[in-house]
């Protein structure tokens, strides 16, 4: 493997100038052209998908007026994860992952189309769109694993940890892009809908049939990507496997085990930040409840920053150093959102808060990645969607029924000691040696 050291520096000059340099350190994964079209497919997913999650929240807030809809949803997305992980790492591990991926993007555009129906159709009461966003969850669940576990088919090893840089990316960037785009769709209906003569399509409805119809659409752009990606065939998986292999494999690699466990702590810890911004925003900046998505971009800008530092230092040496830096830039920012007052002090602390998590998702991420045989690979990286996944309910009902009872800045210190212990854990794993790389033959 080349050492990162000589990697060309993105700071110094370098023969082609800005572009070029960026090309060998931050994008150089887009030289693999099974890469580059699985990235551009990507790009278009991750926003359609956004907007239409953000678009169901706005939705289902609307017909119901109930706060406890859009929590609904959010279980009804990620539970799945929890319930049929390990069956379906078992899964991508025994079927080619570029096949299984074309059948559950074929199934969420599907799902978005009926979706799309529903409220066009006037049929959308809440219990039906649950149940849509239930299946859609189901999808999820099989569609995660098979698509993380794919993504080393498509990169040589020395460029992985940029893969899953610019992965993340990616993913930040549709958080971003997505919700802004679903209210720009809202305002387009509302400005539409009096011109309309059908009574159950307010704007409301309207824009939210944009939104379902414009993700079913951007499928098209991931399944156009994967029936162009070539990867070479691997033998499925023998009977005698178990779903339960990745969990012998993560308890005979207790480090690997390990940083799967501290990666859920971390999550429960930090996520639910998320939450409490809305109250946050109100009670300790009082500023309207709108203000808050000002502190959400900002978590956002840092993620992406985080991300791109990943892609553009990550190596298997920095390893150790990115976890640790990744957990204490998560603490400092909860330190410091627990102590501002004034959304000038906030801001940064929100983007410090986006920055070590991705740096730590994604660098914890491509750790798995490297270290994990092929044929096991889709039954470790469920158990890590599980753990992501399982963290949303933990973290967020946790800590919304603290601060209800002794207010948002009191949590926000409660949870960056979390993500210190983290840190502090990390640490000594490094004395221990987990710096070193981890590698398994096979």
């Not at 150089?28 to 239409?52: C, D, E, K």
């Not at 802004?180 to 809908?193: D, P, R, W």
């Not at 808050?292 to 791109?308: E, Q």
Request: glycine share 10%; charged share 10%.
């Amino acid at each position: 493997m080349a050492d990162p050291s000589s990697m060309p520096s993105i700071l110094s000059p370098a023969p082609g100038g800005v572009r070029a340099a960026l090309g060998r350190t931050t994008f150089r994964s887009l030289r693999h052209p099974n890469y580059r079209r699985y990235f551009a497919g990507q790009i278009v997913s991750f926003t359609g998908s956004w907007m239409q999650s953000a678009a169901l929240m706005w939705l289902l807030y609307d017909r119901t007026g109930d706060l406890r809809w859009p929590s609904y949803l959010l279980v009804a997305q990620v539970g799945p994860t929890l319930l049929l992980g390990t069956w379906a790492g078992h899964l991508a591990d025994r079927w080619p992952k570029r096949d299984l991926i074309q059948l559950t993007q074929a199934a969420f555009l599907v799902n978005a189309v009926a979706l799309a129906v529903l409220v066009a159709g006037g049929w959308a009461v809440p219990p039906l769109v649950l149940a849509l966003q239930l299946l859609g969850g189901v999808i999820q669940a099989i569609d995660l694993p098979a698509r993380l576990a794919f993504v080393p088919d498509l990169v040589p090893r020395d460029d992985l940890i940029n893969a899953v840089g610019l992965n993340a990316m990616l993913f930040n960037s549709g958080r971003a892009v997505g919700p802004a785009a679903t209210g720009v769709m809202f305002l387009l209906a509302a400005a539409a809908a009096p011109h309309l003569a059908v009574a159950h399509l307010d704007a409301v409805a309207l824009g939210a049939v944009g939104c379902f119809a414009l993700n079913a659409v951007s499928f098209l752009a991931v399944l156009l990507a994967l029936r162009r990606i070539e990867v070479p065939g691997r033998p499925a998986g023998r009977r005698s496997e178990s779903v339960w292999d990745g969990v012998r494999y993560l308890a005979a690699h207790p480090r690997l085990g390990g940083l799967v466990v501290l990666t859920f702590v971390l999550c429960v810890f930090a996520w639910p930040v998320l939450t409490l911004f809305p109250a946050f925003t109100r009670t300790r900046l009082g500023l309207a409840e709108g203000s808050y998505s000002f502190l959400v971009s900002a978590l956002g800008a840092g993620a992406l920053v985080g991300a791109l530092a990943t892609a553009t230092f990550g190596s298997p040496a920095r390893r150790g150093r990115f976890l640790v830096l990744g957990a204490a830039a998560t603490a400092a920012g909860l330190a410091g959102l627990a102590a501002a007052a004034a959304a000038t002090a906030a801001a940064p602390a929100a983007g410090c808060v986006g920055f070590g998590l991705i740096l730590f998702l994604s660098t914890g991420q491509s750790a798995l990645q490297l270290a994990v045989p092929d044929a096991t690979r889709g039954r470790v990286m469920a158990l890590w969607a599980m753990m992501l996944s399982a963290s949303t309910p933990v973290g967020h009902l946790a800590a919304g029924q603290i601060a209800d009872a002794v207010g948002v800045a009191p949590v926000f210190a409660g949870m960056a000691a979390g993500c210190l212990l983290v840190a502090l854990t990390l640490v000594a794993y490094l004395v221990r040696g987990f710096a070193t790389h981890e590698t398994v033959k096979g």
